[in-house]
T-cell receptor
Framework: AQSVTQLGSHVSVSEGALVLLRCNYSSSVPPYLFWYVQYPNQGLQLLLKYTSAATLVKGINGFEAEFKKSETSFHLTKPSAHMSDAAEYFC???????????FGRGTSLIVHP | SQTIHQWPATLVQPVGSPLSLECTVEGTSNPNLYWYRQAAGRGLQLLFYSVGIGQISSEVPQNLSASRPQDRQFILSSKKLLLSDSGFYLCAGTGTVSEKLFFGSGTQLSVL
């Protein structure tokens, strides 16, 4: 079985501030982990993914995430927020035992000028 | 590259009317396909998934059904829509569990 927990349904930051979106997962087998971004009235786009290579994964738009097995976490960070980063962010997990990717409930990132 | 075409983008239907949403896939063969629903301000709810032609698994009991008549075609249907069927519907696909999901642009369904 696999599951994802995203802490905080809303995160508010000032433009230029650090972005930290939290994701914890559970999986009985080694997981594949993903972060997706969704802009209003659009489908989801992949930001980055972890597939058992480097634990620090760099994605698009300056985002990165670190896989920490001991903490079962895959938090998403960006050093400096831009107004264009305002969107809904979803963490997801897949594993070899399931055809079904499991998504977290999403975190809405709000960026203030 | 893999692409999902999903239409229409917006749909307004009266209660009790039928529904047919279609998505088609380009750039890959034998994908796993998924229908998700996203209610306003909430996460993604998996409705159906398919690992091949004619193979449909339902994740939640509901008023909707799905079909996969061809490898790259996935259809979401209802015989009689309910108010609670309103939401944002997303079709998605992937080749393997280690690959990303690629999403269609979604259909905003309003049942009135």
């Amino acid at each position: 079985a696999q599951s994802v927990t995203q802490l905080g349904s809303h995160v508010s930051v000032s433009e230029g501030a650090l972005v930290l979106l939290r994701c914890n997962y559970s999986s009985s087998v080694p997981p594949y982990l993903f972060w997706y971004v969704q802009y209003p009235n659009q489908g989801l786009q992949l930001l980055l993914k972890y597939t058992s290579a480097a634990t620090l994964v760099k994605g698009i738009n300056g985002f990165e995430a670190e896989f920490k097995k001991s903490e079962t976490s895959f938090h998403l960070t960006k050093p400096s927020a831009h107004m264009s980063d305002a969107a809904e962010y979803f963490c997801a997990v897949s594993s070899g035992g399931s055809y079904i990717p499991t998504f977290g409930r999403g975190t809405s990132l709000i960026v203030h000028p | 590259s893999q692409t999902i075409h999903q239409w229409p983008a917006t749909l307004v239907q009266p209660v009790g009317s039928p529904l047919s949403l279609e998505c088609t896939v380009e750039g890959t063969s034998n994908p796993n396909l998924y229908w998700y629903r996203q209610a306003a301000g909430r996460g993604l709810q998996l409705l159906f998934y398919s690992v091949g032609i004619g193979q449909i698994s339902s994740e939640v009991p509901q008023n909707l059904s799905a079909s996969r008549p061809q490898d790259r075609q996935f259809i979401l249907s209802s015989k009689k829509l309910l108010l609670s069927d309103s939401g944002f519907y997303l079709c998605a696909g992937t080749g393997t569990v280690s690959e990303k999901l690629f999403f269609g642009s979604g259909t905003q369904l309003s049942v009135l």
